[in-house]
């Protein structure tokens, strides 16, 4: 996940007010015992540290994935594979619906890992530094203990396993291939070191934005840094786009509608008397509703074409391509938002449920929540003895492993009481 040092801006606003729960406290709580226990915790740490040694890039997660499938099987729990390239989704209870499920994203990212530690990543340049091990891994942890539960399951509970949210747009491939489409509602967590261990915090309605990539190549005329009247020069046509292109958020968009446009590259030149042909910039632009974000990328491209033309240079702007797709924002289900509330607390404790403010980083989370109810949280990590954690997307950034029980607790008890509660709203007929 795009969050990299923010993730710890996440602000605190209030502790909710508690309410009284509609039942299913009782298995809530037994959840979070079991996944402490030394057999589930035990399992789950070796399958964590396995997964971490071996990072393997969006749908290139073949071990991860077979991993998967291997414990899956010990489980005796049905899946279906391949899903989007590496994907695997598995089945738990009675097969019938109501389906709900819950994800996990498997990808690990193209960066050195700077931990020494006994089960530090064997695959030079690649690491996972956003916690993904982790999520598996509490998918795995939510599978076992729904797995000796499953009589009780009032439906079936989806496991997904998706390959490539670090940008390849995974969650797109698991929707088109249709395998979700009974699927009432979807529930997924990101680990959070800056938050304190065993906490969660989430909201309503938004929470992350919508974003996408632009690049853009700016064509002059190259020729002798001395004699400047014979070139075009891209390099001072390029710095005015960057400089036009600030204006989009601070002179265009509504103040109280939070957007960003960064140019985060500025490609051109190589020698200190030559007038380049060419330069190349690129960048993401994020906002939270659909509309101002068309209209981002619509000024995005005005502002860097008329830009350049000012210059007497030509401009050409890519988008957000396959590989690279556009994430729309984030938006939590008002009504799993107040479900999650009761969850949390019983799983929890009152103390630990927070609400923060919204994000500007992105998750393809958000593809599933397009097509369905669909709500997303964040899990502390942060343990009494760090008080300076490492954020997501860090070299140096290290898994609390005590994270794991809790995780795995918060996937079982969300779509475990899901399905207890729509099952007795349908009999009740409410809901
Ligand atoms: C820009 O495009 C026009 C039309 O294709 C062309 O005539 C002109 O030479 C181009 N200018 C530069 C600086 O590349």
Not at 35 to 61: C, Q, S, T
Not at 138 to 164: D, E, N, W, Y
């Amino acid at each position: 996940m795009d969050l990299r040092k923010w993730i710890f801006v996440i602000l605190i606003v209030s502790v909710f007010e508690p309410q009284i729960s509609i039942g299913g406290s009782e298995f809530s709580k037994q959840f979070l015992k079991l996944a402490k226990e030394d057999e589930v915790f035990d399992w789950m740490v070796g399958i964590r540290r396995r997964i971490h040694e071996n990072p393997e890039l969006g749908y290139e997660e073949f071990e991860t994935s077979k991993l998967i499938r291997d414990e899956l099987d010990k489980l005796g729990i049905d899946y279906k594979y391949p899903v989007a390239v590496t994907g695997v989704v598995g089945y738990i209870g009675s097969g019938e619906p109501p389906f709900v499920a819950i994800r996990a994203d498997m990808d690990a990212l193209q960066m050195q890992e700077m931990v020494e530690w006994k089960h530090k990543s064997k695959v030079a340049g690649k690491m996972h530094a956003c916690g993904h091990d982790a999520h598996v891994t509490m998918l795995l942890g939510a599978a076992k203990i729904l797995k000796s539960h499953s009589h009780l399951l009032k439906g079936t509970v989806v496991l997904v396993f998706q390959p490539a949210e670090e940008g390849g747009g995974g969650a797109i491939r698991v929707i088109d291939s249709g395998i979700l489409k009974d699927v009432k509602a979807i529930f997924g967590l990101h680990v959070s070191p800056g938050l304190p261990l065993g906490q969660v915090s989430s909201k309503s309605g938004v929470l992350l934005a919508g974003s996408g990539f632009f690049e853009a190549v700016i064509t002059g005329k190259g020729g002798h840094a001395a004699i400047p009247q014979h070139s075009i020069d891209p390099i001072l046509a390029a710095s005015n786009v960057v400089v036009s292109l600030q204006h989009l958020v601070s002179r265009e968009a509504d103040p109280l509608d939070s957007q960003v446009v960064t140019v985060a590259k500025f490609q051109g030149g190589g020698a200190f008397n030559v007038i380049p042909d060419s330069v190349t910039i690129g960048g993401t632009f994020r906002a939270f509703s659909k509309e101002s974000f068309m209209h981002l990328k619509q000024r995005i491209e005005e502002v860097i074409i008329g830009q350049a033309t000012v210059q007497r240079c030509n401009a050409t702007v890519e988008f957000s391509s396959k590989d690279k797709p556009f994430f729309p924002a984030a938006i939590n289900d008002e009504g799993l938002h107040k479900y999650f509330l009761e969850v949390a607390r019983d799983v929890l404790g009152d103390s630990n449920v927070k609400s923060m403010l919204p994000l500007m980083g992105s998750e393809d989370f958000s593809v599933y929540q397009e097509v369905m109810p669909g709500y997303f949280y964040f899990l502390g990590m942060k343990s009494e003895s760090n008080k300076k954690p490492v954020s997501v997307h860090s070299p140096f950034f290290e898994i609390n492993e005590d994270i794991l029980p809790f995780g795995a607790a918060m996937h079982a008890s969300l779509v475990f009481n899901y399905l207890t509660e729509i099952q007795s709203s349908e009999t009740h007929d409410e809901l």
